[in-house]
């Protein structure tokens, strides 16, 4: 954990799977959305310039954690930096995060050869659906009972 967060890039833009998410799914409007391992927060400043009500929350950038229920929680690039051992344990802070009914998007990268952290996740643990495959990334979808 200690190192993942060099793993954050500066973006000029907000990551592509945001902006393939938007560009297939769209949220509503009125939806609060937090950005979970935010890195530098390119992405959730990206969703605030659109008109959502987004947050950002990472343990070395941004580690206030905030206080609301959210709508859609978005996971981007996290996991594949983070050991097997904890993502159990991560999938359950995100929940803790979500309103009932609320959506999860968590990308992983799958452009990379290694067999250790970038290829798990791809099994799709029970539950999450992938919603969007690219040669890049893979984007893992769940709602909230
Ligand atoms: C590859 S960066 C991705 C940052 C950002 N999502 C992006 O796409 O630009 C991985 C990020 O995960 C964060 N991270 C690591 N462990 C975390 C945890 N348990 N909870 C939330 N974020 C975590 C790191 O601090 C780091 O900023």
Redesign the pocket.
């Known amino acids: ?1 200690q190192e ?2 060099r ?3 500066a ?1 000029k833009k907000p ?1 592509l799977p945001l902006r393939k998410i938007l560009s297939l799914y769209g949220f509503p409007k009125t939806s609060i959305i937090l ?6 927060g ?2 959730y400043q990206h969703l605030l310039a659109l008109g959502y009500d987004a947050y950002g ?5 941004q580690p206030v954690k905030p206080s609301n229920a959210f709508d859609i929680v978005l ?4 996991l ?3 050991e097997k051992e ?1 993502e159990a344990e ?1 999938i359950e ?1 995100i929940k803790s995060f979500c309103r009932p009914k609320a959506e999860i998007y968590i990308t992983v990268r799958s452009d990379l050869k290694s067999d250790t952290k970038t290829q798990r996740f791809v099994e799709c643990p029970e539950g999450f659906e992938i919603r969007i495959k690219t040669k890049a990334f893979l984007t893992y979808h769940k709602v909230i009972s």
């Open positions: 954990m993942s967060w793993t954050a890039i973006r990551s950005d979970f391992g935010c890195g530098r390119r992405d929350y990472d343990p070395h950038f996971c981007t690039y996290v594949n930096s983070r904890v991560i802070e």
